[in-house]
Structure formats: C-alpha cells, structure tokens
C-alpha cells in the first residue's frame, strides 16, 4: 500500500527559505516521474515540480529559479528546497507521483508571511 508522508512545513517570513521532505513508503520513487503540489486555500491543487525517472527537473514558471526538486534514492525520499518565499506560495504542500496516486499524504502546511 502506498504511503507518503511530507514534513518540514512551518511559517516563514517572505524571503526565507524551508525545505520539504517526502518519505514514501510501498512505492519505489527512482522508479516513477514524481512530483510536488500545492494547494492554497480556495484554490484547486497545482502542479509546481515534477522530476522524471532519469532526474530530469521542471518547474511552474510561479516558482522557477527559487525551488528545487531532489531526491535521494537510497532513502526513498524526495525534497523541495524553497527559497526567497513569497507569500502567494502559502499552501498545503504534497508529494506525489506524476501523474499522480489516488492516494494523497496529509500534506504540509507553508505559511509565508509578509
């Protein structure tokens, strides 16, 4: 059974930096297209950063040039390093594979104030 789990959430003033983890569980992520999601409140839930198999990155063009996708295949884990935040990156945030599982993580909420 798959399972993610995303950690490393928290408030942040604009300009700081977080960096997301992704522990994934019953699913090998070197082995899929992954990706990184957000949601806002009273949006729908958007793609931001994908990773292919072969450790090809893209990103939205809202968060090109400030965040990074990386993995670490040994661990099963993948991260999102966000820099110079900016408060309309406030969202829950998630990992998933791309295209994505049925099944979703509990997220982790980034709180960027102003």
């Known amino acids: 059974q798959v399972q993610l789990v995303e950690s490393g959430g928290g408030l942040v003033q604009a300009g700081g930096s977080l960096r997301l983890s992704c522990a994934a569980s019953g699913y090998i992520i070197r082995l899929t297209s992954m990706g990184w999601y957000r949601q806002a409140p009273g949006k729908q839930r958007e793609l931001v950063a994908t990773i292919t198999i072969g450790g090809t990155t893209n990103y939205a063009d809202s968060v090109k040039g400030r965040f990074t996708f990386s993995r670490d295949n040994a661990k099963n884990r993948a991260y999102l390093q966000m820099n110079s935040l900016k408060p309309e990156d406030t969202a829950v945030y998630y990992c998933?594979?791309?295209?994505?599982?049925?099944?979703w993580g509990q997220g982790t909420l980034v709180t960027v104030s102003s």
């Open positions: 998933n594979r791309n295209p994505p599982f049925e099944v």
